[in-house]
């Protein structure tokens, strides 16, 4: 179980180095957990099963993560409380952005399945 944290971690170390030295505008842990994504299609089959225990471990305690963000939040609401109407904004415009185009890349995934049509003759 300790190698599979200490190859999470990696990821995530390749993938911060990656964004710093080739300057890229996405954070170093997405292109860490595109790099884990990479080597599991190429290891190819189901992911070991202390991967998913790892990773289990990590989503349950995930509330914990949230603590410096809210401890951030709390020293800058001077800030926070100055630009509230752009950050609502910024909330409910990307909110908005993600259902849209979530909705659009399911109906395109389910014509490009044929998922429509099985669907539309179970009907009938």
Do not use: Y
């Amino acid at each position: 179980m300790l190698f599979f944290v200490t190859l999470l971690l990696l990821c995530q170390l390749i993938g911060e180095a990656a964004v710093r030295l080739i300057d890229l505008p996405v954070p170093g842990p997405v292109v860490g957990m595109a790099l884990l994504f990479l080597g599991l299609l190429i290891r190819g089959g189901e992911p070991p099963e202390e991967l998913g225990q790892v990773a289990g471990g990590l989503l349950n305690n995930l509330a914990l993560l949230f603590v410096p963000a809210g401890v951030g939040v709390m020293l800058h609401l001077d800030l926070v409380r100055a630009e509230w109407w752009p950050i609502l904004a910024a909330l409910i415009g990307s909110a908005v952005l993600t259902v849209t185009v979530t909705a659009l890349l399911l109906s395109l995934t389910a014509r490009l399945t044929g998922a429509e049509a099985r669907q539309e003759e179970r009907k009938e």
